[in-house]
């Protein structure tokens, strides 16, 4: 038997990209292996959103380089294999297989040609209007599944490497993404994530008129669906009618992930983000006006080229107003191929550390406020897990917090009688910045 060992890096796109890689191996006959030192085809999937992600797979090689020859194979898949293509062959001489995410439905055929002895095969062709649709994946959660319904980037945000890795928007129909929901909810399942680099576009393709938010409501309709959620969303493309399909549908998870990357209008001009500051604002104003509680969260970039201090103040104003429950910090981080490359006037190391450390800090005090709202109230949470340490069971709410509690009735996890999987009424006992604690309700 052929044997396997894969190393993810990156987004939850390229987790689920893997768990369908490792589904699509499986059913070829491989078997998977834990460490790679056991493994006759070693494989990455690679992440080059800022450059530290790029250079972790390059440091991953340089360390096998003394076993090339050694009869193992290295491939390299993802977003750096999209951008590098053959340049990896040069850069390390032992890989020989280079495929992007945009040419995963060729994943078969390659194994074959590598079976076969080839010493290097690609799949890099970005010209595509197909989707990595399998019915193999291999999950790694056996409760909370990842769906694709649209893969690829149109936008042409002047930082991000995506639309050059990941090709043109494809959406799936909605009849593959609700077939693939129903099977999951018969197999278990109760939590599903919708997953794109901008779920806000999508369309289906048999179907013009079947925007996300319909999509959304179906898929939220499917019996035994108990939570859904998506990411990610692009102001520009995020509608009322999302915000309304979570006010009407429980099953819908009160929580929206919402990248502003800057609170400047000028930043985000130059950003090419394609959305003003009070556009931004006009949608969190519907999101503070829904019925449910929505938890929102962002990603921000501190030191894009031309950030003035002016402009990083709009940034820390505009945190303060919106009172994010969770933000994702980024230092500015030069990538290939991209228009910010040819900007003036870029921010030093030191200066973007500094705004990080301030938005850091200014958000770590609004979590904390944002949290201590909980206490005193009773969550549903959906349980993941049992951390024995602390002797506490890991829930998770429907705004996407994790709140820890502790079971007087089921202490720890016994053959048969663990609670990972179900749902419980938890009362919110302790507040922390970035989680709960509490304990279960009767
Ligand atoms: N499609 C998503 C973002 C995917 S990348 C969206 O449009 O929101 C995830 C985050 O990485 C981005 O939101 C951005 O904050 C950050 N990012 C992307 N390119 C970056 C770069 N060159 N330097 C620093 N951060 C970057
Ligand atoms: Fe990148 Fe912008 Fe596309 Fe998001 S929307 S993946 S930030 S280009
Ligand atoms: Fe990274 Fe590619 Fe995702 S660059 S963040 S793995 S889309």
């Known amino acids: 038997m052929k044997t396997f060992y894969i190393e993810t890096f990156g987004c939850q796109m390229n987790a689920h990209d893997s768990e369908k890689v490792v589904g699509t191996l499986l059913e070829r006959g491989y078997s998977q292996v834990d460490e790679p030192a056991g493994a006759e085809l070693i494989l990455y999937n690679t992440c080059s959103i800022r450059d530290k992600a790029e250079q972790k797979v390059f440091n991953r090689l340089q360390s096998f380089k003394k076993e090339a020859g050694k009869g193992k194979i290295f491939g390299v898949l993802g977003c750096v294999a999209q951008q590098e293509g053959e340049k990896i ?228 104003r505009l945190i303060e107003e919106v009172e994010y429950d969770a933000m994702f910090i980024f230092k500015y981080s030069k990538r290939p191929n991209t228009p910010a490359l040819a900007y003036q006037d870029h921010i030093p190391e030191e200066e973007k550390t500094r705004r990080f450390l301030i938005l850091q800090e200014r958000q770590r005090a609004i979590q904390l406020r944002r949290n201590a709202k909980y206490v005193g109230t009773t969550e549903e949470v959906h349980i993941e897990g049992y951390n024995l340490a602390t002797g506490q069971w890991i829930g998770r709410t429907s705004q996407n917090k994790t709140l820890n509690f502790t079971d007087p009735e089921l202490p720890a996890p016994k053959d048969g009688e663990t609670l990972v999987g179900r749902y419980a009424q938890v009362l919110v006992t302790r507040a922390g910045p970035n989680s709960l604690a509490g304990e279960r309700a009767a």
């Open 89 to 316: 062959f040069e850069r390390a001489p032992h890989v020989s297989l280079v495929a992007g995410s945009a040419s995963y439905t060729r994943l078969p055929e390659l194994l074959v040609q590598l079976e076969s002895g080839n010493r290097r095969v690609t799949g890099l062709s970005l010209d595509t209007n197909e989707t990595f649709d399998t019915p193999y994946t291999r999950r790694d959660n056996p409760h909370r599944a990842y769906i694709t319904i649209i893969e690829g980037c149109d936008k042409a945000c002047a930082y991000c490497v995506v639309p050059f890795t990941r090709g043109p928007e494809r959406s799936r129909t909605r009849e593959s993404v609700l077939r693939e929901a129903e099977s999951l909810a018969e197999l278990g399942y109760s939590e599903i994530q919708l997953l794109g680099q901008n779920v806000n576009s999508y369309r289906d393709p048999s179907d013009a008129g079947f925007d996300f938010a319909k999509l959304l409501s179906a898929v939220g309709n499917v019996p035994g669906m108990r939570r859904v959620r998506f990411t990610t969303s692009h102001p520009r493309d995020f509608v009322k009618e999302i915000i309304d399909a979570i006010d009407e549908q429980p099953e819908l998870c009160n929580h929206v992930h919402l990248p502003v990357q800057s609170g400047s209008t000028a930043v985000l001009e130059r950003m090419q983000r394609q959305y003003t500051r009070d556009d931004y604002m006009r949608r969190i104003e519907w999101m503070k006006k829904a019925n449910r509680d929505i938890a929102i969260t962002t990603d921000i970039i501190v030191g894009f080229p031309g950030e003035t201090e002016k402009d990083f103040e709009e940034t820390v």
